[in-house]
């Protein structure tokens, strides 16, 4: 039987499912974009183990660039106020629609000054069909191994987030 160390982003198949019915679970006790947001961050966060930190950036359309709407495993001091598509490895996500891995990624704009060093970096778009609404940027310490073919559970992952941010917002157009 093959064993992973916690923190492995190779584990097994179950193990992902587990973190899809956990983000399932947390949408459905969380209708507020922010308060689904922050459960899905660290639900993720902590799926890949120690040392792992991330962001989730949602796209702002009154105001250029991307919001932080939630953040894990980093001080709020730290945090721009916005970032923008084109100043990271989010950019190439928003132009391709999916997840990125990074090993050699310094100077992003989603690069907070807190992220550990050295680190992965994965950026996961968040979208609904075609339209990428934000990222989820996750940084994990370097022995991590995130493989080519675990990005598509990364996508998938980022689907279901995105539909959920969707969603939100959907309902907060109504409501005003």
């Known amino acids: 039987m093959n064993q992973h160390a916690p923190g492995d982003a190779r584990r097994p198949p179950r193990d992902r499912l587990t973190l899809l019915r956990t983000l399932l679970a947390a949408l459905d006790s ?63 996500i928003a132009d391709s629609g999916i997840p990125t891995v990074s090993t050699e990624c310094r100077g992003c704009a989603c690069d ?15 979208k609904t069909r075609e339209t990428v609404l934000g990222a989820l940027c996750l940084v994990c310490p370097p022995d991590l191994q995130i493989e080519e073919e675990n990005l598509s559970f990364w996508e998938d992952l980022g689907i279901l987030v995105g539909r959920a941010v969707d969603q939100a917002q959907t309902r907060a157009q109504i409501h005003q």
């Open 30 to 92: 969380s209708p507020e974009m922010a308060e689904f947001l922050q459960r899905a961050l660290v639900t993720t966060t902590h799926h890949l183990g120690h040392g792992s930190a991330g962001l989730a950036l949602v796209d702002d359309p009154q105001h250029p660039g991307l919001v932080i709407s939630a953040y894990d495993g980093l001080p709020a001091r730290s945090l721009p106020a916005r970032v923008f598509w084109n100043d990271c490895l989010c950019g190439e």
């Open 112 to 126: 907070v000054g807190s992220w550990p060093q050295p680190h992965v970096h994965l950026a996961v778009p968040l």
